[in-house]
């Protein structure tokens, strides 16, 4: 037993000064650890990987989402065009998204 409390001691020295050696690479502007947040969202590192990811494994969603962005941009056209058609459809596509 006597052999175990200087490697928990050396465990929680460590802890500490790896925290303190976060904090000081978070105020150099280095890292995003504590106090300080990332962008978050798609634009942030890991929502990037996740989105890759995401891509890999499922790729149905990928396609849907292609899909769905494509007809939202010729809705788009069609409003800005003056045809009027594309007004019903796009509310339409509102609706019937969850």
């Known amino acids: 037993m006597s052999t175990w409390i200087p490697v928990i001691v050396g ?3 460590l802890a500490v000064a790896m925290d303190q050696f976060a904090l000081w ?3 150099k502007g280095w890292l995003y650890y ?3 947040k990332g962008s ?3 634009s942030s590192l890991s929502g990037g990987i996740v989105t890759q990811f995401q891509g890999i494994f499922e790729p149905e969603t990928h396609i849907l989402e292609q899909v769905e962005s494509e ?3 010729t809705q788009v056209e069609k409003e800005f065009s003056g045809d009027g058609s594309g007004d019903e459809k796009l509310s339409e596509n509102k609706n019937s998204k969850p």
């Open 40 to 42: 978050g969202g798609n």
């Open 11 to 13: 465990l929680g020295i």
């Open 34 to 36: 504590r106090h300080k």
């Open 25 to 27: 690479l978070e105020r």
């Open 71 to 73: 007809e939202t941009m």
